[in-house]
């Protein structure tokens, strides 16, 4: 072994009170009358947030370079500098409503694992880097999910990447090259290169560990998830005159088809099975015209792969089966397979909330993240802490200093084990 002492040193260099405040600070990034957070996708804010991490690692001369999607990252070099490199991080992009911690904690928890391993003198092999992947929240603004990652790792070519534009017609090539005047200072990295491994620190995001009194996720994987877009295309006409007979009423088929999907998409009393119409949008939209377009959005997720198909397969027969006097066109915009978490990640972070005697559970995610993706590039996982009523995706969207905190501890011990001394 290398300098730096032995395991909990990092942990114990990690500071409570500075990852709190780097939340407040970043939170003013976007901030909300209702104490959330609207940071989307490469807007002002979210290349605000870029500029403030790195002015906080100016201090410490680490490296700070963007790729041409807009990836952030800060290396904190290693003993043998040609070693691929440990990543972690997460997004600092929101929900149009979103929350304080949902992306930006693994972006400032990795930051804060960093320094407290610098603190706490050690020297790790593999160098260290805090990463911030562009565009996670997939149709906040942009309609593609992981974004960043998904390019990073090959999954996305970037011209697709770049073509993706938002409901505003402005295209992410756009705001891209917006970020990169802003930011200019910043030098280029080379899109995608080898890693040793990735790490992400998220909030749960859902209620299970704050039930059962338990302050950390060892995250063993991803469930799957698919998601369409239907297109109801009807005819606009006058409300007062229009017999119901003539009318091709594009909300009563939409409406239709909703129920009709959702009277199929459950499965109680497991309740797996997560069905959501989060995006609904009406035109023209004005009370007296008979709709004459509907689109809508459908996220459907599951663990198993198997159900995934089976149920998803019938987003188009139903849709079509209520059409109506409408026409429908049903668009599967992504899909994503579930995701098993592969070692040394999950078994380095069980042993780090282990050793530090934090009580910790191996669960699956709910949610998507960046940490699925990269396990195109190498080994990924993930670090969960409670949060309160398990409720994200939402203003109300809260944690505490001292979960943060913890799985801050864990990861830099995680990151040390990684990385190697
Ligand atoms: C990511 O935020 C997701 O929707 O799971
Ligand atoms: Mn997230
Ligand atoms: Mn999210």
Redesign the pocket.
Known sequence: MADGGEFGGAAAKVDEARLWQRHVDMAKLGGTPRGGVRRLALDTNDIAARRLLADWARPYGWQVSMDAIGNLFIRRPGTDNDAEPVLSGSHTDTQPSGGRFDGIYGVLAAFEAMEAIEAAGIRTRRPIETVVWTC??GGARFPM?TMGSGVFVGRTPLADARAVADYDGVTVGAALDAARTALADLPERPLGFPIAGFVECHIEQGPILEEKGLTIGVVTGIQGARRFRVDVEGADAHAGTTPRARRRDALSAAVAMVSALEALFHDDPGDTVRFTVGRFVVTPNAPAVVPGHVSFTIDFRHPDEAVLTKLGDQVEPICKAHARACTVTVTQTSRGKPITFLDPVPSAVEKAAAGLGLPYLRMNSG??HDAGPLQLAGPSGMIFVPCEHGISHAEAENATPADLAAGARVLAEALVELAGR
């Open positions: 996670e929240e999910g949610a998507g």
